[in-house]
Antibody, heavy 123, light 107 residues
Framework: EVQLLESGGGLVQPGGSLRLSCAASGFTFSSYVMNWVRQAPGKGLEWVSGISGSGDNTYYADSVKGRFTISRDNSKNTLYLQMNSLRTEDTAVYYC????????????????WGQGTLVTVSS | DIQMTQSPSSLSASVGDRVTITCRASQTISSYLNWYQQKPGKAPNLLISGASSLQSGVPSRFSGSGSGTDFTLTISSLQPEDFATYYCQQSYSTPRTFGQGTKVEIK
């Protein structure tokens, strides 16, 4: 059974940093693209970042480029999101989502999701 | 970036009704369109990929169609467990983008 468990959320002040983790199990982690998708309170879904199975290729939304860094440790079956220079508009539930394949292709979709971790940016 | 626009933003329907949700892309995305269902406090759940491929375990009352820029999600006979918010998402290019969501409520 595929399981994704996010952790690391919490309250942080504007300008601060936070690192999210997503522990994966039930599938060959290194064989799949992984993503972070966020949802601000009462709002819709926003894709944040993705990383190929090998970790060689990373992708970011313009809204977080230069501030967030996605990475993965395939030996630990864990996905990370390092978030720096946080803004109030980064407040959201952050979901870890598994992709269909090993590399980013047009046929992709998010087939499994974690339950999310809440990040609140406020003074 | 490809903009995805859903309509309506919300709708009220009764159990047994046929419901149709539309999603329009700002440029052609062929059939690279996915649909998700999200219930309050829960993570999204993939319903349909590639515009019309029903995921395993998803009831057959759900169907998807369309290509190019215009897509449709249809629920043939609305059930109590279908009251939720539905999102379309394009996978044609990065950044992946979602529609704003359509909330299906009980009439």
């Amino acid at each position: 059974e595929v399981q994704l468990l996010e952790s690391g959320g919490g309250l942080v002040q504007p300008g601060g940093s936070l690192r999210l983790s997503c522990a994966a199990s039930g599938f060959t982690f290194s064989s799949y693209v992984m993503n972070w998708v966020r949802q601000a309170p009462g709002k819709g879904l926003e894709w944040v970042s993705g990383i190929s199975g090998s970790g060689d290729n990373t992708y970011y939304a313009d809204s977080v480029k230069g501030r967030f860094t996605i990475s993965r440790d395939n030996s630990k079956n864990t996905l990370y999101l390092q978030m720096n220079s946080l803004r109030t508009e980064d407040t959201a539930v952050y979901y870890c989502a598994k992709d269909r394949g090993t590399t980013v292709t047009k046929k992709d979709y998010f087939d499994y999701w974690g339950q999310g971790t809440l990040v609140t940016v406020s003074s | 970036d490809i903009q995805m626009t859903q309509s309506p933003s919300s709708l009220s329907a009764s159990v047994g009704d046929r419901v149709t949700i539309t999603c329009r892309a700002s440029q052609t995305i062929s059939s690279y369109l996915n649909w998700y269902q999200q219930k309050p406090g829960k993570a999204p759940n993939l319903l349909i990929s590639g515009a019309s491929s029903l995921q395993s375990g998803v009831p057959s009352r759900f169907s998807g169609s369309g290509s190019g820029t215009d897509f449709t999600l249809t629920i043939s006979s609305l059930q109590p467990e279908d009251f939720a918010t539905y999102y379309c998402q394009q996978s044609y290019s990065t950044p992946r983008t979602f529609g704003q969501g359509t909330k299906v409520e009980i009439k």
